[in-house]
């Protein structure tokens, strides 16, 4: 058995690991005592939940109204969260779904507004560019979304057609200019320009059920997992043509790239993280106890986050390229964030 990270119970070689880049215990707990949070989406709570890390202990809870709140994303202060209100368990779960953002603030770890989007509905992907502009995709429409100051919009400013069927997950350039969506449906991956409604989407074809996706460090790669195919594939974003293709272990789920152009993909259906160098090589598997769902990285600290279907984080310590260990959440965690102590 794994060992468990509870409210009871500290894994010391977490904490070392989570604090390490810190140097001194002083400012390893922040000028307010507190380590980092993990900040995390727990669909059957309906509830966005406050986590800290050295501890394991949830520290706070903000409850949304609706049916399985999903995405979120945080604006670059740790201000605010915006939370996306899909409205059905899964891709496969048919229904209408949600038709609203949540804004929380998460300095008072309150629902402090509600961003109307109807009739767009079952949002899903959420994203911020480096100016703290907000896109969201709706699933039933086919459209993205574009907020220019979420913190206080009551409606979208800008709808664009995604020019796919499904879109499910997209990754986002830096300067919010171009949105890369991955179409389930179609099995198209479409880049569209948010602020130049004008031009056309551009769609490839990278291979059945397109979902997790992410983009390297330069922008210039556009890396896939294709579900139904068990293959990964490299996009060239310019040309939006495939460069290179690699077989996975089959149903990856998620994409992570990390700073350095490595790859994180979470294997649904074998229950395990695949490490791959720049190179697209696998270079070592992480069994996992429960089948991941969503990823997330430490920003300063070799750790990467799974989240379960059994209800648990599993906490991955990438150069020991192993789990350190678990920590239990509410119902259905999934999306995850850290905000530095």
């Keep these: 058995m794994l060992p468990a990270i509870d409210r009871r119970t500290c894994l010391s070689g977490l904490a070392a690991l989570v604090l390490a880049p810190v140097a ?23 509830a966005l ?39 059905a368990k899964s891709s496969t779960t048919p229904g209408p779904g949600g038709d609203a953002v949540y804004v929380v603030d998460l300095q008072a770890r309150v629902l402090a507004r509600t961003i109307a989007c109807a009739p767009f509905r079952r949002l899903h992907g959420v994203r911020l560019d480096a100016r703290d502009r907000l896109f969201v995709l709706s699933e039933d429409r086919d459209v993205l979304l574009g907020f220019d100051a979420p913190e206080r ?67 210039a790669t ?9 293959t990964l594939t490299a ?39 695949s490490l791959f160098d720049p190179a697209l090589k696998e270079v070592a598997v992480v069994p996992l106890q429960g089948a991941p769902v969503a990823l997330a ?9 799974a989240a379960l279907e059994d209800d648990r ?3 991955v310590d990438l150069e020991g390229r192993r789990v350190q260990g678990t920590l239990a959440t509410g119902r259905e965690p999934d999306v995850m964030v850290v905000l530095p102590g």
Aim: include cysteine; aromatic fraction near 6%; charged fraction near 25%.
């Design 235 to 273: 996009l060239a974003t310019e040309a939006m043509t495939v460069t290179r293709t690699v077989p996975t272990r089959g149903d990856v789920v998620r994409v992570d790239c990390g700073p350095e152009g490595d790859l994180i993909l979470a294997n649904y259906a074998e229950k395990s993280l």
């Design 222 to 230: 556009l890396y896939v997992a294709n579900r139904r195919s068990a």
């Design 49 to 87: 939940s406050f986590y800290e890390l050295a501890s394991g202990r949830r520290t706070g809870r903000v409850d949304l109204p609706g049916e399985y709140p999903h995405e979120f994303a945080v604006d670059r202060a740790g201000a605010r969260a915006y939370v996306g209100l899909y409205g």
């Design 153 to 219: 919009a009551e409606r979208p400013d800008r709808a664009v057609a995604t020019g796919g069927i499904k879109g499910h997950l997209f990754s986002l350039s830096r300067d919010g200019e171009s949105a890369y969506v991955a179409n389930i449906l179609s099995n198209t991956v479409s880049r569209v320009r948010p602020f130049a409604p004008a031009e056309a989407p551009r769609v490839a074809a990278t291979g059945l059920w397109p979902e997790g996706n992410a983009l390297s460090p330069d922008e």
């Design 313 to 315: 984080i599993a906490v």
């Design 24 to 46: 001194g215990p002083a400012r390893a707990q922040g000028a307010a005592g507190r380590s980092d949070t993990l900040l995390v989406m727990e669909k059957g709570e309906h």
């Design 297 to 305: 990285r430490h920003p300063s600290s070799p750790l990467a986050f």
